[in-house]
């Protein structure tokens, strides 16, 4: 008996986490300043669902294995966390792909590409108030912004080509002999 009522005393703990945490996701926005030179400054994005949002879910599954009774309101929320592990493990890949892309650029990448930059962070800026893995169009949000890097790397792909070419040109020409003796025809005109 004295076991059961500290399970119950844990599952009202559990029905208060879940009640506080309302599946809540915020992007929170920073500055990242590597080396601290103000030269190059990049603008992360993090992840904010409480860890223990995923633990009293986790608890949630195995208290029901043992046979507790759980509210409602937490089986339902239960029931979502496969969205909740597919809308964090989305959002966690694209914004891995936006942070090495953008740390890939140099200073000249950067200004060709500023309008495009500001443009993703646009298409990012929803996510930066609240996602709800319970919501419809969260994927959608996720699958737009991905959408959007795709098309920044095609651009970014294209622009590297064309420098690539351009050195190689610019290689060729640097090393091209050219003769200062004008060819003479027979006759002794040019």
Known sequence: LNRVSISIDSLRSIVNKLKLYKEKCH???????????????EIKYLINYDPNLKESLIECYYLEKLGFNLPESIIQIKLQYSKYEQLSNELRLMLE??????????????SLLQSYIDHIQIIIKP??????????????????????LEKFHSILNQIRKISLDIHEHLETFRFCIIDPIVPRHNDGML
Not at 30 to 40: E, L, M
């Open 127 to 148: 996510g930066r108030s609240r996602i709800s893995f319970g919501e419809i169009g969260n994927l959608d949000y996720v699958n737009e912004c991905k959408k959007q």
């Open 27 to 41: 992007l929170y926005q920073y500055v990242f300043d590597p080396i601290g030179t103000k030269k190059k400054i």
């Open 97 to 110: 792909d936006y942070h090495l892309t953008i740390a890939s650029l140099d200073t000249i990448e950067v």
